[in-house]
């Protein structure tokens, strides 16, 4: 360690790496490589900071095939409604003296009476605005709804929308019942059974969502939660608690964020950017892992040669033969959809051509003057294959891995795209499959199904133009005069 790290061999690397940062610097196509390939950097690091949605755990944030929200710069577009998710702060709108209530972002009303019996109407009402003139197509409605405590009343609840009009929709309704409850609710608009509440018996002949919002009604429209109280006959005492819990209204918008929204309503560009990272950890360590395998089977077979050479090359021509991409789909169905397997398989097929230029370069220079005198020295066969041979084949190692990279992000995409990706993380191939699968092309989504496209091809320019400049440089063939 020593000698490795010694004064002179520091100077020597040093002007080694500033030679070829040098040389790196002015070449323009490896350059603007590197731009790109910092770019995609900056989105992997910083994923967590540009968006904040994790599609590992996708949730919807606006309407299906919601356009990119720059659209709305275009006329047409120009009122499409954006997501509103409305957590309402209830006003007390009538109530009793029987009932005590506890108002605010929950709703929690306490009934008790005695006497004579009768029934007790109470409401709650919260507001929000609507400002577009385009309908939106849906919108969903959850709380969590809580009934306990109960002696001889029977309770019932109705959720109401009121228009600017002053027309009032029911869109959830519980029936007088004596029953202790516990119950979440998830209503959509569009619902079977929301839709048959309201005297409608075929969902596909109207959605509610454009029957509240059409004309198109903007202005100030009104939740009203009512709830009513009926004490059993000949009762002493009647009692019930009741709770209406983490209310939210929730109106998916028509565009969304940079590039719009998928088939379910979720961050395309979150998927974009953690894609980047995916990409590039399996293309690098692909590339890495079968650099690394060429390097040792080319400096072995060339330098050791006889039938070890001949018995490494015959493999290396028989895997030539076989067809790369059937043979990956075959082995990720067997081993299953993992990405770390993604990477061994890929790296497995990686490796060959690279292992037939090392054993011609060592083949050479296993007959030069400073190898023959180690041999005469009493170097031993490991020593001088990493001390001699080694140092002489890294700039075309470090060639070749950089031009490999393209080939695994590729192979990755191509198995995702197919279907044999690791379902448990986001890649631009498995968003390319989602896309074709889910009808993006029919539904004319672009900002879908380009994007990962469009990143799969800069990424792989990027590092073919930085091997395009790597070679050039320590390639004295192909090496230019300045």
Not at 97 to 107: A, L, N, Q, R, S
Not at 154 to 182: A, D, H, M, Q
Not at 338 to 349: G, H, P, Q, R, S
């Amino acid at each position: 360690m020593a000698t490795l790290f010694s004064k002179e061999r520091r100077t020597i690397y040093s002007r080694k790496i500033k030679g070829f940062w040098e040389e790196f610097s002015h070449n323009k196509i490896g350059f603007f490589g590197l731009l790109l390939l910092l770019m995609f950097i900056v989105m992997a690091v910083f994923a967590p900071w540009l968006t904040p949605y994790d599609p590992i755990t996708p949730s919807r944030v606006a309407d299906g095939f919601a356009q990119p929200g720059w659209m709305t710069i275009f006329p047409q577009y120009s009122d499409y409604p954006r997501t509103m998710e409305i957590f309402p702060l209830w006003e007390i709108g009538n109530g009793s003296d029987f009932v005590e209530i506890y108002p605010g972002k929950d709703v929690e009303c306490s009934f008790y009476m005695t006497g004579e019996t009768k029934m007790v109407d109470i409401s709650f009402t919260t507001s929000f605005n609507y400002s577009y003139s385009v309908p939106p197509n849906r919108f969903a409605v959850t709380f969590d709804w809580v009934a306990k405590n109960l002696t001889d009343v029977r309770y019932s609840s109705k959720l109401f929308l009121v228009n600017p009009n002053g027309t009032s929709t029911r869109i959830w309704k519980e029936p007088y019942t004596n029953l202790p409850r516990s119950l979440s609710v998830i209503a959509e608009s569009t619902d079977y059974w929301l839709l048959k509440s309201i005297g409608y018996s075929d969902p596909k002949a109207i959605n509610l969502a454009n029957l509240i919002f059409s004309n198109p009604i903007i202005g100030e429209y009104s939740l009203v939660f009512q709830v009513s109280f009926r004490p059993e006959e000949d009762t002493r005492m009647a009692r019930a608690e009741i709770s209406l819990l983490d209310f939210k209204f929730f109106i998916p918008g028509l565009v969304h964020g940079i590039l719009g929204t998928d088939f379910a309503g979720s961050d395309v560009f979150s998927q974009l950017i953690y894609g980047t990272r995916v990409s590039l950890i399996i293309g690098l360590m692909a590339a890495a892992i079968g650099t690394s395998i060429g390097v040792l089977v080319g400096i072995v077979a060339g330098y050791v040669g006889g039938a070890v050479d001949e018995t490494l090359m015959r493999i290396v021509d028989i895997l030539l033969c076989l067809p790369g991409l059937p043979l990956l789909l075959t082995l990720v169905k067997l081993f299953g959809k993992n990405v770390f397997y993604v990477i061994i398989f890929i790296a497995l097929f990686g490796w060959l051509g690279l292992a037939r230029t090392i054993r011609s370069q060592i083949l050479s220079i296993r007959e030069a003057a400073f190898v023959e005198c180690a041999v005469a020295s009493g170097a031993s066969r490991p020593y001088i294959m990493r001390k001699h041979l080694l140092p002489n084949i890294i700039p075309i190692a470090l060639a070749s891995l950089v031009l490999s990279v393209p080939g695994g992000i590729l192979a990755e995409a191509s198995l995702s795209f197919l279907g044999f990706g690791d379902p448990r993380v986001p890649t631009w191939g498995k968003m390319l499959n989602y896309a074709f699968g889910h009808g993006a092309f029919e539904n004319f989504a672009w900002w879908w199904a380009i994007p990962p496209g469009i990143a799969i091809t800069l990424v792989c320019l990027a590092f073919v133009f930085m091997g395009f400049a790597i070679d050039e440089i320590v390639n004295p063939r192909l090496r230019r005069r300045r």
